[in-house]
């Protein structure tokens, strides 16, 4: 499926090249926000992340590592469509975990962290509980903290990542730390049970993509 997502290292390339722009300084968390979608102003590309939604301008997580970073349209027609989605069409956490399981169009899960990978839990609901719990993904852009690494019991604050973090409006969009934010996840989230509308595979744990060109 077109279009195909940049290299890892183009992909980190951009990541850190946005960290230390003005317009990262000026522009923070948006749910729903951020997107590739370059364009010539003036005669001149204008290729950042953020998108107005009418009152604050600025991006989320996944228009910055999954679409940004790798020049993929967060809008994919046809993407992740299957009994098993409880995303299709448009590229984010919950959608790339189960592309990584079924169709494999731009994800895969890899047990050993490369610099571009991506690091993800999904968005999901609880039993009771109106309001979902809103995924995360990162952009990994160093490993030499993790020369061990076992994916049964990951240690993701060893990795070096480029993310960007609610609530809307934190400032700056994209920050650069490591992953314990992804180990704190998964303290609070052991279990699956009580889940809805997350397959039991994925369940809610963190989880490592690489993204096929």
């Given amino acids: 499926m077109e279009p195909r997502p940049a290299s890892a290292a183009e992909a980190v390339a951009r990541a850190r090249q946005l960290l230390g722009s003005p317009g990262n300084q000026a522009n923070g968390y948006l749910l729903g926000g951020g997107d590739y979608r370059p364009m010539m102003v003036s005669g ?106 076992d994916i049964a019991a990951p240690q993701w604050h060893l990795l070096d990542v480029i993310q960007v973090r609610g609530p809307n409006g934190r400032r700056p969009a994209a920050i650069a730390t490591d992953g314990s934010v992804f180990d704190q996840h998964d303290a609070t989230w052991p279990h699956p049970m009580h889940l809805v509308g997350v397959e039991g595979e994925a369940s809610v744990k963190t989880v490592m993509l690489r993204v096929i060109p």
């Avoid at 950042?48 to 991006?59: D, I, L, Q, R, Y």
């Avoid at 993407?79 to 989605?85: D, P, Q, V, Y």
């Avoid at 039993?127 to 490993?143: C, E, K, R, T």
């Fill in 44 to 149: 001149r590309l204008v290729d950042v992340p953020w998108t107005n939604n009418g009152v604050a301008s600025g991006c989320d997580c996944s228009g910055f590592a999954m679409s940004w970073c790798y020049k993929l349209p967060r809008h994919r027609a046809g993407f992740n469509r299957g009994a098993w989605a409880t995303v299709a069409d448009d590229v984010n956490p919950n959608s790339g975990i189960e592309d990584s399981v079924h169709g494999q169009d731009l994800f895969r899960r890899v047990v050993a962290p490369e610099p571009g990978d991506l690091v993800c839990y999904p968005t999901f609901r609880l039993h009771g509980y109106p309001q979902p719990w809103i995924g995360h993904v990162a952009i990994v852009v160093g490993v030499d903290r993790a020369s061990s690494w």
